[in-house]
């Protein structure tokens, strides 16, 4: 399975698979941190893996400090921002 359809129905699955191996890996829902996301992201959407104070899913395989940065949120953001272009041009 491709890490991007991992991330689109079965982050939580690979989060806890993940947390099994991994000493001191946490799953976390986007969620349980509502304050570090912008509002154009849906964090509820997404499961991904803390672990030494970075965070991971099957798309960001080294890490990045601080969960908006993984490309799924990415994508939301900027789904956001065209669809605010769109409702702005008519």
Known sequence: MHPYDINCGECENFAYQVADVVDGAEPIWGNEQPQLFPEECDPGSHCYVRYNGFFYDSEEPH????????????RQADRAKKQRKVETVC
């Open 63 to 74: 890490g990045v400090d601080t969960p908006v940065k993984l490309p799924l949120f990415h």
